[in-house]
Nanobody
Framework: QVQLVESGGGLVQAGGSLRLSCAAS????????MGWFRQAPGKEREFVAA????????YYVDSVKGRFTISRDNAKTTVYLQMNSLKPEDTATYYC?????????????????WGKGTLVTVSS
């Protein structure tokens, strides 16, 4: 397992941008697929984006395609989520996750490791 710590959340106006970061500890970071999930108040946790261990494959939920970009820097053991054109419905706590399988992340919302989350609030 890896330990994950998210940062970069905050309050932003609709149409604005934020970049979330997830710092991972452990020497095996490059072996993990990484993902971002979010959970709004009163709703279930949902998949947002995932990236394969090499960074060569990326997946997004339809509602964020064209607005969010996931990336990773294996040398820095960090994964990012660039969020542009934010909408009030993007308001949620965003969680970083790691798993040996990108399909576990994107299809089953399952992960070996989870961060504690960072809150993103988009005002209208």
């Amino acid at each position: 397992q890896v330990q994950l710590v998210e940062s970069g959340g905050g309050l932003v106006q609709a149409g604005g941008s934020l970049r979330l970061s997830c710092a991972a500890s452990g020497r095996t970071f490059s072996r993990y697929a990484m993902g971002w999930f979010r959970q709004a108040p009163g709703k279930e946790r949902e998949f947002v984006a995932a990236i394969s261990w090499s960074g060569g494959s990326k997946y997004y939920v339809d509602s964020v395609k064209g607005r969010f970009t996931i990336s990773r820097d294996n040398a820095k053991t960090t994964v990012y989520l660039q969020m542009n054109s934010l909408k009030p419905e993007d308001t949620a706590t965003y969680y970083c996750a790691a798993d040996g399988s990108v399909d576990s992340l994107r299809l089953h919302t399952r992960a070996d490791s989870w961060g504690k989350g960072t809150l993103v609030t988009v005002s209208s």
